[in-house]
């Protein structure tokens, strides 16, 4: 999930195009992916460190490419798709961060099962607003423009 949000945002351009910085950022989560899951948290347990580290990147990236392009894009602001994948991204996360955060063994102890049951109802309805949203987002897409040549 986190490579083809990661991709998505290169392909918008985040990085510049540059294609060294995106293999950089890839391959640094690779490598956090595979020290977390081997030596952290174990290869036979659900890791809970990688989901909150890639949730804090990918917060990063959708808020600072909402600044990149949609702030200056003027056009009517709610028929720009990528407003509306952008916010779907935020808010996703920001509610699985939130969830995340409480499985981590700093909170995991303090932290109540209702609370926890609580917070699981809410990423469910999350879940279905941001869908809505990702379709909202597919449905303005512009449709592509027939290329005629001039012979």
């Known amino acids: 999930e986190f490579f083809f949000f990661t991709w998505l945002f290169h392909l918008w351009g985040l990085f510049n195009y540059k294609k060294k910085i995106y293999l950089f950022i890839i391959s640094i989560f690779f490598i956090c992916w595979l020290g977390l899951t081997f030596?952290?948290?174990?290869?036979?347990k659900t890791g809970v460190y990688f989901p909150v580290?890639?949730?804090?990147?990918?917060?990063?990236?959708?808020?600072?490419?909402?600044?990149?392009?949609?702030?200056?894009?003027?056009?009517?602001?709610?028929?720009?798709?990528?407003?509306?994948?952008?916010?779907?991204?935020i808010i996703f996360f920001a509610f699985y961060l939130l969830i995340a955060s409480t499985n981590l063994s700093v909170f995991g102890k303090n932290t109540s099962n209702g609370l926890r049951k609580n917070l699981q109802g809410i990423i469910s309805y999350s879940n279905l607003i941001v869908n809505l949203m990702f379709a909202t987002g597919a449905l303005w897409i512009p449709k592509k423009k027939n290329f005629t040549r001039l012979f």
């Open 53 to 89: 580290l890639y949730t804090i990147a990918l917060l990063f990236f959708a808020v600072t490419a909402f600044n990149k392009f949609v702030i200056p894009d003027r056009q009517a602001i709610f028929k720009n798709p990528k407003l509306w994948i952008l916010f779907g991204v």
């Open 39 to 44: 030596f952290a948290d174990g290869f036979t």
